[in-house]
């Protein structure tokens, strides 16, 4: 059964059985490949995705749930010009750059997770506290730059780490 939803701000029309992870269809149907399967059991948060806001782990929300909600991709993150198809010339997100500028990725393969995690977090908490941060990072990254994104995050959020001098 076909399921109307927006995806990083377009409508789109998504042709799967309702009980298909959303994942799959971004990435085959869609072609939005920045978003990662990782363990398939929403642990990892590799996958993660906003939908009306909300962070979700994309592997395990059916396609069915997603009706009439906006989903917004790592694609979609920065600003115009991502769109549904992943188009390049997208506006930045200050996370993205403030991961570069934090040098936070080592293999990028958690990133896009770690970025919409944090972009909630954000919206949530424009001033997080060390301990929100971690409570709210809880994707996996297995090259163990956890000190680097919590550095980004503060960074966006003009705050400072617990023991650092204001």
Known sequence: MPV???????????????????????????????TKFGCGIAACGACSVHVDGEVVRSCSVPVGTVAGKAIT??????????GASGGTGATPHPLQAAWIAHQV??????????LMA???????SPH???AEIDA?????CRCATYVRIREAIHAV???????EAA
């Open 157 to 163: 959020a003009g705050t400072k780490p617990a023991g």
């Open 73 to 82: 991709t790592i694609e979609g993150l920065g600003g115009e010009g991502g």
């Open 105 to 114: 990725p080592q293999c990028g393969y958690c990133q896009s997770g770690q």
């Open 136 to 140: 709210a990072m809880t994707n996996i």
């Open 128 to 130: 997080p506290t060390d």
């Open 4 to 34: 109307e939803a927006h995806v990083n701000g377009k409508a789109v029309t998504l042709h799967a059985e309702d009980d298909t992870p959303l994942l799959w269809v971004l990435r085959e149907e869609l072609g939005l490949t920045g």
């Open 118 to 124: 944090a972009a909630a977090l954000l919206q949530h």
